[in-house]
C-alpha cells in the first residue's frame, strides 16, 4: 500500500516557482516528522528539507534556505514544498518521506540530528519531477 503521494512537479524557467504537495494516507498522522529529498542522475539521495511533528520546526539544506518552504497541514494529511527562485541545478525527482522515529521523544526533541539522513525515514512517495531551464 502507497501511504505518500507526491504531485506538482513539472517544468519551469530559472527564477520561477512550483509548489510540491504531499498527501499521505490516514496510517501517517501528525506525530510524523515530514521530509523532502531529491535525487538527480548520478547523484545520491539528498535532504532538502523537513518539519517536525507538529509543524513547529523547520529544517532546510544550506542549498535551498531562503528560496524553499515546507509546511504541513495535518487536517489535510499533506504535507508541501514551496520552491521560489528555482535554478537549474535543483532539477532532480523530488520525494516526499514520512518518519514514526518522531512519536518517540527521544527522536523528536532531536530531529536536528536525524532530519537530513534518508534511514531515519520508513514511508516514501514514488518521486514528482522538477526540471528547471536556464
Known amino acids: 500500500q502507497q501511504h505518500l503521494a507526491e504531485s506538482g512537479g513539472g517544468s519551469v524557467q530559472s527564477g520561477g516557482s512550483l509548489k510540491l504537495s504531499c498527501t499521505t494516507s490516514?496510517?501517517?498522522?501528525?506525530?510524523?516528522?515530514m521530509g523532502w529529498f531529491r535525487q538527480s542522475l548520478g547523484t545520491e539521495r539528498e535532504a532538502v528539507a523537513s518539519?517536525?511533528?507538529?509543524?513547529?520546526?523547520?529544517y532546510y539544506a544550506d542549498s535551498v534556505k531562503g528560496r524553499f518552504t515546507i509546511s504541513r497541514d495535518d487536517a489535510k494529511n499533506s504535507a508541501y514544498l514551496q520552491m521560489d527562485n528555482l535554478k537549474p541545478e535543483d532539477t532532480a525527482l523530488y520525494y516526499c518521506a514520512a518518519a514514526d522515529l518522531c512519536s518517540e521523544s527521544s527522536y523528536r526533541t532531536r530531529w536536528y540530528d536525524y532530519w537530513g539522513r534518508a534511514q531515519y525515514y520508513n514511508f516514501w512517495g514514488q518521486g514528482t519531477q522538477v526540471t528547471v531551464s536556464s
Open positions: 490516514g496510517y501517517i498522522d501528525s506525530n510524523y516528522c
Open positions: 518539519v517536525s511533528s507538529g509543524g513547529g520546526i523547520s
